[in-house]
């Protein structure tokens, strides 16, 4: 080893632009600032989605819809569902019963809907039912009932 081959340690070195180190680095000067205004001093930061006084993209872009914060959020349950319920024997269904089944969640206002075929007599508590379905449940001879 001598002089002539002597390197410095594998990543010891970073290969970065040196910025303010003179006319000749091609770097030096204004430091790739610009000259003159706040972004030419130290310490400015930029406003998020500051676009340089052009209108921002947030702003351009049209905002559209409209979301009811009324609005009454259902679990929907099929009459075939509550068939399988009458196919294990439960006669009796209310919201109790489809979260120990695994079909409803504790706090879910609970719907039935009408697809599917219900041949069992049923009595049903629930938070709503489409007309359909509580003809189907009726006709059968069973109760639907609002809670």
Known sequence: ???SNLKPAEGSVKNR???????????????????????QRSGTSRK????????????R???FGFKNINRVEYQAINLDSLQTLADKGIVTITPEVLVENGMAGKKNKIKILAKGELKAKLDVKANAFSAKAM??????GGSAEKI
Do not use: N, W, Y
Not at 135 to 140: G, L, M, P, S
């Open 48 to 59: 998020i989605g500051f676009e340089g006084g052009q209108m921002p993209l947030a702003r």
């Open 61 to 63: 872009v049209p905002k």
């Open 1 to 3: 080893m001598d002089l």
């Open 135 to 140: 003809e189907a449940i009726q006709a059968i």
């Open 17 to 39: 632009k040196r910025i303010g180190r003179g006319q000749g680095s091609g770097r030096g000067g204004t430091s790739t600032r610009g000259h003159k205004g706040a972004g």
